[in-house]
């Protein structure tokens, strides 16, 4: 009787370890990312086939939502980034894989590059008077992501060279500081006060001459960490001089140079 009672323990043991309840007590499937919806229900290509500019105005435009207009802003400021760093990490990705793409001591640069213009735009975000506003630091944080996309932009193998008169990609202004070869070509042949660096570094030292004494040593410092760099195009030079004003120009100024992208 007992051996009986062992046996029906053990069956009704192995019925609930069958092949049935097995599959029911399975761990489920991860889901599948939700789509984010501060997109709009759009790609990041389509994204950042605006200029940053007017994605934000699409995106005021377009969020159905109540939130204030300075917190949308943010959100759309922070979507672009999150598109444009998508991009980079995928142009990255398929440089790496074929073998091409900067090599350490390049990354090692940028890395540098990275560090000098952080301490710079926290200076310079400070030094500002009125000081900085949300907006203005999302801005900042967007704008310096250009610098990691176009060094390996740089190592992109284009199928032919283009002509220096070609349009711009989309998204970017054909002013722009993302535009490398009207930029050279302009930074390295327009004589005195025409060359667009000589322009920046004049307008740049005007803002910090109209700084107190004190910040103007700091950020001229600053400053001079970026820009001292012996690898730097003069092209690269430009882009940084124009972040740099952007940084320090005031609320209602007409913006030196459009964004760059």
């Known amino acids: 009787m007992k051996q009986m009672k062992v046996w029906a323990i053990v069956g009704l043991w192995l019925s609930l370890w069958s092949p049935a309840v097995l599959a029911q007590t399975k761990a489920p499937k991860a889901r599948a990312a939700s789509p984010d919806l501060d997109q709009l229900g759009m790609t990041c290509a389509q994204i950042l086939a605006f200029n940053s500019t007017d994605w934000v105005s699409q995106f005021n435009e377009k969020a159905k939502d109540a939130a204030p207009a300075q917190q949308k802003t943010l959100r759309a400021i922070a979507v672009y980034g999150k598109c444009y760093d998508a991009r980079t990490d995928r142009l990255a ?3 790496t894989k074929f073998g091409g793409g900067p090599l350490m001591g390049a990354r090692g640069n940028l890395r540098d590059l990275q560090q000098a213009l952080d301490a710079f735009t926290a200076k310079a975000l400070a030094a500002s008077d009125p000081p900085a506003d949300a907006v203005k630091t999302a801005n900042a944080q967007l704008y310096e992501k250009q610098f990691r996309y176009e060094l390996y932009q740089s190592y992109e193998k284009s199928p032919a060279a283009k002509p220096v008169s070609a349009a711009p990609a989309p998204g970017v ?16 042949s327009a004589p005195g006060a025409a060359n667009p660096v ?23 410092a600053a400053f001079g960490d970026i820009v001292g760099r012996s690898q730097m195009t003069e092209a690269t030079r430009l882009e940084i ?9 005031p609320p209602s100024a007409t913006p030196f140079a459009p964004p760059p992208f």
Do not use: M, V
């Open 241 to 249: 001089y124009r972040y740099a004003i952007f940084l320090l120009e």
């Open 198 to 220: 000589t322009q920046a570094k004049n307008h740049f030292g005007e803002l910090l001459d109209a700084l107190p004494e004190d910040k103007e040593h700091q950020l001229h």
């Open 93 to 95: 990705a398929s440089l």
């Open 173 to 188: 202004s054909s002013t722009s500081p993302t535009a490398p070869p009207s930029l050279s070509a302009s930074a390295n």
